[in-house]
Structure formats: C-alpha cells, structure tokens
C-alpha cells in the first residue's frame, strides 16, 4: 500500500464523505496554498490595480490628463464612463459565466492605449487618437472594475474584507504614488502652467503593461484555498447568462442596492472640479506635486479604513454609522472651504498661478488634498458596505458590477459638464449640491447595515450549490496529505 494511501486508510472514520474528499484530493504544498491562499490574489489584484487605474489616477490628478486644456481630456473621460455605464453589469454578469479571471485579463487590455494616446496628443496634437483611448480604456475598466472587486470582497472571510480591501485600494494609490513621483522628478523645473512633458507618458506606459503578465497569476475562484482548507466551489457552472441578467435586476430592486444609487453617482463628482481646479491655478510643478500627495493621503485613507473597518470593538451596525456621518459633516465643511477658495482665484487680477514657493499655496493645495482623501474613504465606505448584506460570490461580483455602473453614470455626467467650457464655480456647486442630495438615501442604507451578511443564492435557491466546500472534510484531507495547518 502506497503512503498515500496508508493515510487516507488511517482517516476512515465511518464518513464516506470525508473518505471521498480524501480519495480525489491531490497533495497540496506549503507552496501551493500560500499561491492559493486569498491574500496572495488579493495583493496580485491589488498590483493589477496599480499597474492599471493608479497609473491612470496618476495622470488625471496631474490636472486634465497632464494636458494645458482640461477640455478633450474630460471629453474622452466621459467616454469612458459611459462605456462603463453598460459595461460594469454586463461583464459582471459574464464573470460568472466565463470566469473572472478571464474577464480580469480582458480588463488590463486597454489603459495603456488611452496613455499612449495622451503622449500622442501631448507631443503631436493629435485628438482623435484620445477619443479611441477613451473607448479602450471604457471597455477595460468596465471589466477590470467588475472582476477586482469581486475578487477583494469574495475571496477571502467577512471578517478580513476591511483588510482586503485597504490593501486592494492601497496598492491602486501605489500606482499613482510612483507614477506622481515620476512626473515630478520629470517636470520639477516647471513653475509656470502648461502641460507636463511628453516624457512622462512613456515611463507610465512601460508600467501599465505589466498588468497583463499579473492577471495571468491569479487563480480563478475555485482554486483558492482558504485559511481552514476550504474552497469556494466554481461559480460559473451551470450559469445561464440571461439567468445572470434576472438575478441582477433582482440585486438592483432589493432596497439596500438601490439606496445607495445615489452616492454611487452623486459623490464623486467633485474629481472632475479637481481636474479643472489643478489645470487652471496651479503651475506644472505643483500639479504634479498634487498627483504624488494625493496619492499618498488616499493610501493613508485605505491604510486607516482597512483597520478600522475589522475593529471587534464595534458592531458593524455602529461602524457604519460612525463612518458615515463622520463624512457628512467633514464633506460639508471642507466643500464650504473650497467654495471660498474658488472664488478668491476667480475674482484674482491679474489671474492666478500657485506655485510651492507662491504665498498663499497652503491654503488651495490643501482642500484639494482633503477632497481627495474623503473621495478614497468613499470608496472603501461602498465596498464595506456592499460586503456586509452579501456573503457569495456570484451576488458580490453582480453587486460589484452595479456598484461601478452608477459609479460610472455619475463619473460620465460629470466629466461630461467638465468637457464644456463653464466656469469651475458652476462644476463645484453641481458636486456640492450633488453631495447634499446623497446624504437622505445613504443614511437609510447605514441603518440597515446587518452584524453578519446573508449567503443570497442559498437563501433564493434554498440549496447549498452556490456555497463552499465543508471545511472541516477539506481539512482533514489536506491534513492527511500534507500535515497540519497552520
């Protein structure tokens, strides 16, 4: 009798499924399950996401793409959301058809193309080029946004998802702290306005496309190996895709998706102001300082939120309320501030260029610096959010997929007032009055948020085909091949 067979002879205990489990499970390495394991493809996602959207938020928070003009740019960004407003459902629905690994892959096709076209622009004039950048940055990310998140929330236990999303999150801002850093070193002798130098663009490109060689590392869902040995079973079997499309609705008409509509496209409006605001008062060199410290605070953001967000000390009910109304009011205060800051350099003559070493920069380097560090906290309070009503697969990369649909209906609005040449006055007040118009709806969701989230498939199906394998049969057999764990 072989050894292997010697020990799953020593686990017969009278349990034909623990016998079964053991008879087709292969021997798995230290190796393998650290490979496996949810932290490791959540970092993986994480540096996808780096390579990906934070060398994009890079660029963007330059002001305008690193552009003179914030017009063509915000044009070919509202593209991009609106692309995003069809594409986030439809390729979470295709995740669990097709995988999300696969659709992952799909989603590192094409940010490096809008990039090259903004060095194309930059260097050449040529616009047409932006536009199509536009169109294959909106298809990738309506992807790569679907399958991430999903991937960060669903991999690993409720009670890691404050962690898993702090480092997601925080590896995106990874991205945008290198690329900010490199377009400083590049652009640290520019003090008057302008567009950053062409030079710029091809060190950032060089970086997104590692993202592809990345995204072949992860493992699809039913490959991970949890810490107690269990797996997730694989979603995509036995899916049908217009199945997929009615569960999605059904995810939509449940109260605690469809209240947080609002936030979801009303909150981030003001990144588009950011955009206008930095091209329009602030010289190179400090637009490029404004890419690197905004990075720096939304990593400070992911860091802190990631660790409060798993505090034992609270209930999640009372976590959620803390975190909210603590935005609300830091929110309403810091658009007031940037209100008058606005219309101080509005009214300035002759017109304003703030530079690091210009009196007064201070005061409108740091409200830009707070809305961008209230912005992330957004981000993390949503993913939370969504992880504390649902607890599978299936339902959080659907729920992930309308997540950035509304996102990206708001951002596409937004960056599309942001392409006409209005005042940066008008697009503050629209975010300020966007934001306020949030707070109604996004308070009831806060006070609905249960202690422990709801395995939906099982409850609409009334079976466990949707859930994970028994961990304790998983277990034993892994035990029984490759010794105890940890």
Known sequence: MSSIDQKNHGLEDGSTETKGAVEHSKPVSKFTRWYRSPLFNVILVGMISFTQPGIWNALNYTGAGGQQEPYLVNGANSLTFGIMVFGCSIFGVLANKIGLKTVLIIGTLGYAPYSASLYVNNRYGTEWFVLFGGATCGIAASALWAAEGAIALGYGDVEDRGKFTGIWLGLRELGQLIGASISLGINVSSQSKGKVGYTTYLVLIALQCLGLPLALLVSSPQKVIKRDGSRIKDPTKNKAVLGEFGKLWALLKRREMLFLVPVLIGFQWNSTYIGIYMAKYFSVRARTLGSLTSGIVATIANIFWGWFFDLKTFKRPTLAKITWFTFVVLM????????????????????????????????????????????????????????????????????????????????????????????????????????????????????TVPERPVHLRKQEDGSSSEGETDPVVVSKALEAIDGPHA
């Open 332 to 447: 309403l205060g810091t658009f007031g501030w940037q209100t008058s800051n606005e219309k101080l350099y509005m009214d300035s003559n002759p017109k304003v260029t703030l530079d690091w070493d210009t009196p007064g920069f201070g005061r409108g380097f740091a409200s830009m610096v707070l809305l961008r560090f209230f912005n992330e906290s957004h981000y993390m309070f949503v993913y939370w959010i969504v992880g504390t009503f649902f607890d599978d697969i299936p339902t959080l990369t659907l729920a992930v997929g309308l997540v950035r649909t509304f996102e990206s209906l708001g951002s596409c609005i937004s960056f599309g007032v942001g392409a006409a040449q209005v005042s940066p006055m008008i697009n503050l007040i629209i975010a300020f009055a966007m934001f306020g118009l949030t707070i109604p709806a996004t308070s009831y969701v806060v006070f």
